[in-house]
């Protein structure tokens, strides 16, 4: 939908969206939002407890 939308052929999207993937951009992303959002409450900077679910 955003190539329809932007005009951006797939295979451009496909390709960056791979590449991305593969040097971890996403995951760092991911982290480095969980870690704002900690500090953004509040937080300490490293979680102090693990809660398991044993449902899950």
């Known amino acids: 939908m955003a190539g329809w939308l932007s005009g951006v052929p ?5 390709s960056s969206f791979a590449r991305w993937t593969r040097l971890g951009l996403w995951r760092r992303l991911g982290q ?5 959002w900690r500090l953004a409450c509040g937080d300490e900077l490293l979680p102090s407890a693990v809660v398991a679910d044993s449902r899950s």
């Open 32 to 36: 480095r939002l969980a870690l704002d």
């Open 10 to 14: 797939f295979t451009t999207l496909h």
